[in-house]
């Protein structure tokens, strides 16, 4: 889906690049004017939109909104598109029912079967005038008379309610109609009270809990090519959360309810980023939520740190415009001129000024680290070899980078911008030198923190019998486990046959990653008879007592019991061990004992290779580490 989805992004700079050089053949006319010119053959089209409202001037004046800021927006041209989405409905039909996994595979085989560079046109060429009337009329009527809008402004109506489509590439169908009392279960009875009769956030709370109750998402990836038309979207029983905010914002728009799209394009402690939906409130704050998933109030994404939000425009952003004019290359996130910084709805934020080696006019970014590469997520232009950058989130970590043939060229040295808003550089000092001790490769994250305590209660137990009965207790576990431990045992423990770990504590389901035992004798691991609880709670291969030493941290015994299950090795004969080292249940984000680690710093403009190791233990030991560095 990357290759498809970049090769698309391509398509739609090429063809803005051609807006652009078309619009400087007409600099001199108005806005409108300019669209006109653009629309080509299609322009009696627009033209007879502008003179069916010539007598309504705020209805010209809506219409006029769509067609100056249409040039920005694009469709597939012809019927190709259909084609794959008309296969898609097919499998949804035929393999209804099977399980998510296999259909996902088979969802993945019809995109790979559809894998064609379909053809993009700017809307100007193919809108139709009754399209355009028709979605005209009915927000219109949605915005005049409904009842969940009466506090949207012409303005925010024009953003928030009007567009004749929700995202980039929806095909121009009758989206508005078709979606129409479809999920607006219990909508009605919201008149009867009157804290709700009028409220957008009660009706979006209605609408969006029976679409989730109708969709029942299943958040996961995979390798389609993205799927855009809406009826097809509503009958994917699995999607991502572009999906899923997508469908939530074009129902909630078909019944008249202001919504819009809002992205963080990069994490700052890990890799993609993340989009989600707006209602605007009757108090007039948009609200986020997340569309088929949680209402507006509902925690989401709580208090996660971010270093930018862009929220989906219908308008053509002025900014972005004049960054297009002057780069003849653009970092993917800016691709599209129609997304509007919003970052300080959402935290407190500094504006920060970058020195820079580059000359007036030109744009430089700030970049930040995806686990793999640096990611832009923030722009600026350069004068006086400065570059002033406005709403940055804070206590985030980025990086002055250029933008050339699609590839970033760092400018300087990363910085921190602190939670107090003080700009912190990070210059590794070579001539300071310390020891860095790992643990984990990753920070630690939610749905790990609630299963950390599973560990707490566990014993290491030792006997002669087969049954324990004989049983002696040489470690208790006490601390919630976030990382592999090592178990030292003392030079007076005796040699026994049977070694296991046992969880006495309710709702803990034996939870374990890995387990080795250390030979006294020979300082090695030992291995023996897997024995244990039978089975797993989930029934599946990867949840079985054998996983705790298949050497794959994210596979983990999960008891079929809550409480009592054990795990452990005979060895045939008693045996005595040196210590014993576990990994508890988690994010396969600790150290491996066997896998290669290799310790990088940023220098320079590149990484820099420090050391690389092979782990012994579950925990990685450098020396002679360049101080004030980020690695």
Not at 350 to 365: A, F, K, L, P, T
Not at 370 to 386: C, G, L, Q, S, T
Not at 569 to 574: A, E, L, N, V
Request: some cysteine; glycine content about 6%; hydrophobic content about 40%.
């Amino acid at each position: 889906m990357g290759r498809l989805f970049f090769d698309n992004m391509n398509k739609v700079f090429c063809l803005l690049f051609c807006y652009f050089i078309a619009v400087g053949c007409c600099r001199n006319d108005s806005r409108l004017e300019r669209a006109l010119v653009l629309a080509k053959d299609n322009r009696g089209e627009l033209e007879r939109v502008l003179a069916y409202y010539r007598m309504d001037s705020l209805k010209l004046q809506a219409a006029k909104f769509l067609i100056e800021n249409m040039p920005g927006h694009l469709s597939y041209q012809g019927n190709e598109i259909d084609r794959y989405y008309d296969a898609v409905d097919a499998v949804l039909q035929e393999k209804h029912g099977i399980p998510i996994r296999e259909l996902v595979e088979e969802m993945n085989g019809v995109g790979r079967r559809f894998t064609k560079k379909y053809n993009m046109v700017s809307d100007l060429e193919v809108v139709t005038a009754d399209y355009l009337i028709e979605n005209i009329e009915d927000a219109f009527r949605q915005w005049e008379k409904g009842s969940w809008s009466m506090h949207v402004s012409f303005q925010d109506f024009c953003e928030w309610m009007l567009p004749y489509k929700v995202v980039e590439l929806q095909p121009l169908d009758g989206w508005r109609f078709y979606l129409k009392k479809r999920f607006d279960k219990g909508l009605e009875n919201l008149q009867y009270c009157y804290m709700y009769e009028k409220s957008a956030v009660w009706a979006t709370c209605c609408i969006n809990s029976n679409l989730k109750d109708s969709i029942r998402p299943d958040l996961r990836g995979n390798e389609m090519f993205p799927i855009h038309r809406l009826s097809t979207k509503l009958r994917m029983p699995f999607g991502v959360c572009q999906d899923y905010v997508e469908v939530a914002a074009a129902v909630l728009r078909s019944e008249g309810i202001p919504v819009a799209i809002d992205f963080t394009p990069q994490w700052p402690f890990r890799e993609k980023g993340h989009s989600w939906n707006v209602v605007l409130a009757n108090s007039g704050k948009p609200i986020p939520f997340s569309g088929v998933e949680s209402n507006p109030g509902e925690p989401h994404k709580l208090d996660e740190k971010m270093a930018k939000v862009y929220r989906n425009t219908y308008a053509v952003n002025p900014d972005l415009e004049k960054l297009h004019q002057s780069e003849r290359f653009v970092p993917q996130t800016f691709r599209t001129l129609c997304i509007k910084d919003v970052t300080n709805e959402y935290m407190v934020t500094s504006d920060v000024e970058v020195e820079v080696d580059r000359e007036n006019g030109s744009y430089i970014y700030l970049a930040m680290f995806d686990n793999k590469a640096w990611n832009p997520v923030a722009f600026a232009e350069v004068r006086y070899r400065k570059a002033l950058f406005r709403n940055l989130g804070r206590d985030v970590l980025y990086l002055p980078v250029g933008y050339q043939h699609h590839a970033v060229v760092p400018l300087g040295n990363p910085f921190v911008l602190t939670s107090k808003g003080e700009v912190q550089w990070i210059v590794p000092q070579k001539e300071t030198k310390e020891e860095i001790v790992l643990y984990r490769k990753y920070p630690l994250f939610p749905h790990v923190q609630n299963i950390i305590h599973h560990v707490v209660g566990g014993k290491f137990q030792v006997a002669n019998c087969a049954n324990f009965e004989d049983s002696i207790t040489l470690h208790e576990i006490k601390e919630r486990g976030t990382k592999g431990v090592e178990v030292v045992l003392t030079p007076s423990t005796k040699a026994y046959r049977y070694w296991r770990y046992y969880q006495p504590c309710k709702l803990t389901f034996c939870n374990m990653a890995e387990m080795t035992f250390i030979d006294k004798a020979s300082h090695s691991p030992i291995v023996g008879r897997i024995i244990g609880t039978e089975g797993s709670i989930w029934n599946e291969s990867h949840t079985r007592k054998e996983a705790v030493f298949d050497g794959d941290l994210l596979t983990f015994f999960n008891a079929p019991v809550d409480s009592g299950g054990w795990v452990g090795m005979d060895f045939g004969h008693p045996v005595a061990m040196e210590k014993i080292i576990y990994t508890p249940r988690g994010d396969g984000n600790t150290i491996g004992i066997g896998d290669t680690y290799e310790l990088f710093y940023w220098k320079d403009g590149r990484w820099i290779s420090l050391e690389r190791q092979v782990a012994t233990t579950v925990l990685l030991r450098f020396r002679d580490v360049p101080a004030d560095a980020i690695y």
